[in-house]
């Protein structure tokens, strides 16, 4: 009896392997992913456009995931933007499908140009525009930096991801929104709000007043530095709310009256006064230094 119970578990247990071996390969991968594909090839398109936008006017600017936004003030009634947005894909097929929804648009009114940066990562506008997108070419990397000219006196607005920042030459009121940048503002006047989330944040006054209501900037973490002309005036608010300290070696920048300072707060005046700059890190180094001797 034990011997034919031995040959009977033997015998189930070969029908099992058997089965197990016959099974099709297709059929014993199916619930294998596929693999990403390489995005090996890249593209770069080049874009350049100009329109007319006299001076008061507003630019709206809604950048790519990833890319750097250089703005710079000139003497012409007119905004010149040029951009180069590069692709990666595995294929030229699939570039050139990229290329279709990864890219901008300039939305020209007489008084307001709009610039706003659509692509795979506007998961909306790709139910929009493309429903039958291939879904393996969501998440490939790409990229758009623009740099763009405008009127002196020109209002400004930034909702912008990852990568550098730049604005220099400009007045007017700006708001800025940044997820992580290396940020330079080369500023003299007009308003200024700008939040961002993470980065290295660099603020130039090369004036000796700011012209206009002030600044308002916020850095969640990350360095802040201050630059100020020699013989500034103004008053200065300095913020740092959790981990980090505030350096100051502005000469002449000391506590406005009554208000004390410490290792995270100054709320100082420098020279004669003037309009408020204020600053807030949460968590990093805020330093106020002079403009003088800096290459």
Known sequence: MQRLTVSLIVAFLSAVVATVLAVPPAFAQKDKKPEEPKADLVRTITRHEAHRLPYGGTVSIVGAPVGSITIEGWNRSEIDVSAEIELHGPTNADLDLLATVNNFIVDVDTIHIRIITSGTHDKKYMRAV???????????????????????????????????????????????????????????????????????????????????????????????????????????????????????????????EGNAANPRLLEGRAGSGGAKLSFTVGDGTLTIRSLSGVP
């Open 130 to 256: 493309a429903k039958k997108f291939p879904k393996n070419l969501f998440g490939l990397p790409w990229k758009v930096d623009f740099h763009i000219r405008v009127p002196e006196l020109t209002d400004i607005e930034i909702d912008a991801g990852i990568g550098p920042l730049k604005i220099s030459g400009v007045e007017g009121a700006m708001r800025v929104n940044a997820l992580q940048s290396d940020a330079q503002f080369s500023l003299t006047g007009g308003y200024f709000s700008g939040i961002i989330q993470r980065g290295a944040v660099s603020v130039t006054v090369p004036a000796r007043s700011w012209h206009g209501l002030g600044m308002t900037l916020q850095l969640a973490g990350g360095t802040l530095d201050v630059l100020l002309a020699s013989g500034f005036s103004g008053d200065i608010d300095a913020t740092v709310l959790r981990l980090g300290e505030i350096k100051n070696s502005y000469s002449g920048l000391d506590p406005r």
